[in-house]
């Protein structure tokens, strides 16, 4: 009789493989819309990027898959991430025989490549035994059903009165098939936030890689654009991913408005679950999010460490960047959209 074990082989993806790839996505019950072979090519045309999506392979079908992003940075680090400009990632199998393949392939990948880490992004912890970091970002994931009064319901008092008033302001809301609009209210947020805008290019190939399932929103207030929002379909799920407005969105509930239009439009299209994306604690978008009734679930990025060096951490709460948040802020939107992108890309 033939070991099993001896037929399960560790690939990287090939142009003709990614069919297999996003059907064995589309399937496996761990993998997540930032699993698809499409973000290989999003991160390769937007951002250069070196990456490696790796396969787990018996008998020619797919058991496991791992998508990989290099980004060797002198600011920011050498990491390998899975998966970089995304929340989830980590390996999606079918079986523990299938992840251990591909953890091993990816711990000698980050030796290989001489990278300082490898960093999984997680909905559960998978490797107890990994360093870990599970206090700084959660996502908001809830049931929606098809009765948008229940909907409205589910939502605490207070917010749902938000909801309802916003319904009865002059707020608008229409799909644009491009990304200029959209992109122009991103940009002036993320400046005021103090945070690099990634380059327009990204967000074009988001739309043309992704096409009907990544859909862009943009609200208007007496016919003026105010704020905008990039979703993602992917099975029964919706992700409303990037989103940013203008100074005028305050006190009109545009934004409320927005996230209500999302939920009632994509149950009309048979999704169950709202995925409100990631937010980092203690910010103003983790309480926005609270206050809609979501409960908070922890993203646990898992480490794989180069021996001597440290849990990375990049992000706009280390006390090291408050100096350059706070000159980003003040930085012409001109000015931060041209200097942005150069940071951003290393970001991941």
């Known amino acids: ?25 589309a399937e496996c019950p761990g993998a997540t819309f930032f699993h698809r072979a499409g973000w290989q090519r999003v991160v390769g045309k937007s951002f250069g990027h070196r990456t490696y ?14 998508p990989l992003v290099h980004i060797k940075s002198p600011l920011f680090g050498n990491s390998l991430i899975s998966n970089a400009f995304c929340i989830y990632g980590g390996p999606a199998a079918l079986d523990d025989e299938a992840r251990d393949a591909l953890d091993a392939r990816a711990i000698a990948l980050m030796r290989e490549i001489g990278a300082d880490c490898l960093e999984y992004r997680m909905l559960a912890q998978a490797h107890p035994e990994w360093p870990a970091k599970a206090d700084l970002y959660a996502t908001f994931r809830r049931t929606i059903g098809p009765d ?10 207070k917010q749902r009165a938000v909801v309802r008033q916003s319904l009865g302001r002059d ?22 936030l103090g ?3 990634f380059p327009l ?14 859909e862009v929103l943009v609200v208007q207030h007496g016919g003026k654009p105010v704020c905008g929002v990039m979703s993602f379909y ?20 545009a934004y409320d408005f927005m996230y209500w239009h999302i939920i009632c439009a994509a149950t009309a299209r048979g999704v169950r679950i709202f995925d409100f994306g990631r937010s980092k604690l203690g910010t103003g978008a983790y309480a926005f999010k609270k206050n809609w009734g979501f409960t908070a679930q922890a993203i646990v990025h898992e480490y794989q460490l180069k021996p001597g060096k440290p849990i990375p951490d990049i992000n706009p709460l280390n006390p090291k960047y408050r100096l350059f948040i706070a000159a980003w ?10 200097i942005g992108p150069f940071l951003a890309r290393d970001l991941g």
């Open 1 to 25: 009789m033939r070991d099993a074990s001896a037929l399960l082989a560790v690939r990287e993806l090939t142009p003709e493989r990614s069919a297999a790839w996003d059907a064995f996505v």
């Open 171 to 192: 707020l608008a809301i229409v799909e644009d098939q491009g990304v200029d609009r959209f992109f122009a209210l991103y940009a002036e947020s993320v400046r005021n």
């Open 201 to 214: 290019r990204y967000f074009r190939h988001l739309k043309e890689e992704f096409g009907a399932d990544c």
């Open 148 to 157: 948008p009064e229940a909907n409205l319901k589910a939502i605490p008092r």
């Open 195 to 197: 945070t690099p805008v």
């Open 53 to 66: 999506y790796l396969y787990a392979e018996r008998d020619g079908a797919v058991r496991g898959v791992l």
């Open 234 to 253: 992917f099975r029964d799920e919706v992700l409303p991913y990037y989103a940013g407005g203008t100074p005028a969105v305050r006190g009109i509930g």
């Open 329 to 338: 802020k003040l930085l012409p939107l001109p000015v931060a959209n041209c």
